[in-house]
């Protein structure tokens, strides 16, 4: 008996229609995600005007003619634009340049101290074996839950006693020993996510620690260190309490005192023509360094802030 011969066309096709309609998305889906997106929208654009409209507000004010900026009610856009405020702030104190410079100075001086305690330690604490190492940066951590105002009368007396009261490096060395803490956090973290790879290659090609440091490790990490660099800089520049006590000759204030000062330099009562102006002037470079450095900001909270 024969056997029957089977061909291709015996066997059912398993190929798609070759006009086969596109998959259309469920009725569900596109009904539910635009209104998720215009609510994610909304929602996005009223903190952005929450969080703007003061600083908006705030710059307006300072190009107000001085009584019209202390009006009662306020009046929102200004009759005409005026710089008196801006002058003025040069007859507080000892002049606004002055105040700026001293802030300049602490800040810079405060990033650098940081900066470099922070990435030798973290890099310390994320690459290196000692006894104990998990307590050691467990009691660093823990300072960080310490109010830094209820030490101030002990910093006083210590800075007092090493001369450094009444001065800017004092100041600076304040500012950035509350800074560490957090900073050697940040740092520790943004090494843990660096492979060990990429020192074992840097060790094979003949670099020593310090070599590979900085090298190797400290272009991957720069997120990680220009985001403790933005903090240290904006803890340094807006900070008020600190130079208010450890500070004591007004040549040597720093910006925000001069805001301080600005509420009852004239006639005991309250200049917010003046006071504005201060507060845009301050503004400027936080801003300005924010939207230069931002995507290193945000990649460095990520990498800081997860361990790898």
Known sequence: MSQPTLTLDDFPSTAPPAHSAPVEPTAQASRHWPWGRILLLTFASGVMVLFLFPIFWSVLTSFKPAAEASASPP???????SWQNYA???????GIGRYLWNSTCVSLMTVIGVTVLSVLGGYGFSRFRFPYKSVVFMLVLATMMIP???ILTPLFILL????????LLGLALVYST???????FM?????????????EAATLDGCNVVSTLWRVMLPVVTPGIVTVALF???TAWNELLVALVLITDADKFTLPVLLQSAQSQFMGGVNWGVMQAGISISILPCAFLF??????????????????
């Open 148 to 150: 830094f105002q209820s």
């Open 178 to 184: 509350f800074q560490l803490p957090f900073s050697i």
């Open 75 to 81: 009046t929102f856009w200004p009759s005409h634009f």
């Open 88 to 94: 003025a702030l040069t007859d507080v104190g000892v």
């Open 232 to 234: 240290a800089f904006f």
């Open 187 to 199: 740092m520790r973290n943004s090494f843990d996510c660096v492979p060990r790879e990429l020192e």
């Open 291 to 308: 939207l230069l450095l931002q995507r290193f900001y945000i990649h460095g909270l990520i990498a800081g802030a997860v361990k790898a």
């Open 160 to 167: 007092n006693v090493l001369h450094l009261h009444n001065s």
